[in-house]
């Protein structure tokens, strides 16, 4: 009698300790679907200025003005959609203008690109015909009235650096072109709210000079930003 009580005991301690590791397992298990479901449910982060500002910097490295054309797009896009209420008509101008002034700046570039550079061949021509024609000017040439070969290669090496000056800003307008269009889409989606805000107080700086009242200071203005 006595080792069956026992043996009743010990399997009654058996069951009641695998039952309560089931029901751990259990929790555990519903405690990871919870998790997995919150997961699946949350809606993913879209950075709408990022992709936008992507797309218009391929567009201006494509095709000069086309970022801003982009951008236009995205105003009106707006307008039509009942997103803002008002017709942004600044915002069109100013976009238009800037196209007008990349374009514009552009055929100026070029156009002085093409006199410099002509201008350039014109008087190296010049000064390689008189190296071989013992320093007679050319007759069909217009450069008759430069007596001297030092005021031929003066003038050349200025429209040489004047020609590259101009391909240097040539291509400065193009990375230009591409920095405003990247800018002007990120900063469409970009908030400020009521956290953002600024002070501008006075000040003084040290200017690190040391005199016999001590080091000397100079009056500044101070801008403060909170984010």
């Known amino acids: 009698m006595r080792n069956l009580l026992t043996f009743f005991l010990l399997t009654l301690t058996f069951y009641y300790a695998k039952g309560q590791q089931n029901n751990k397992k259990k929790v555990s298990d519903s405690i990871k679907n919870e ?30 003005g086309l970022g801003q054309a982009y951008n ?9 959609s009942g997103r803002v209420q008002t017709k942004r008509v600044g915002q069109k101008i100013y976009i238009i203008g800037k196209i007008a002034a990349i374009y514009g700046g552009g055929t100026l570039l ?5 006199d410099n550079n002509n201008s350039y061949k014109r008087f190296l021509h010049e000064l390689q015909y008189r ?33 590259e000056v101009v391909l ?12 405003d269009a990247y800018i002007t889409a990120r900063l469409k989606y970009f908030s400020v709210d009521e956290t953002l805000s600024f002070k501008i107080s006075p000040s003084v700086i040290s200017t690190g000079t040391a005199t016999m009242y001590g080091y000397q200071s100079v009056p500044a203005m101070k801008l403060t930003l909170r984010f």
């Open 35 to 64: 998790r997995t479901l919150d997961t699946l449910n949350a809606p993913k982060y879209v950075n709408q200025g990022k992709i936008a500002g992507k797309k218009a910097v391929y567009r201006s490295l494509i095709f000069p």
């Open 72 to 80: 236009y797009g995205l105003i009106v896009d707006d307008i039509k």
């Open 110 to 114: 070029v156009s002085s690109y093409i």
């Open 131 to 163: 190296q071989s024609h013992n320093n007679q000017p050319d007759p069909e040439g217009n450069l008759q009235n430069y007596p001297n070969t030092d005021a031929l290669i003066v003038a050349k090496n200025i429209y040489k650096r004047n020609r």
């Open 168 to 179: 240097i800003s040539l291509v400065g307008l193009y990375g230009l072109n591409v920095l």
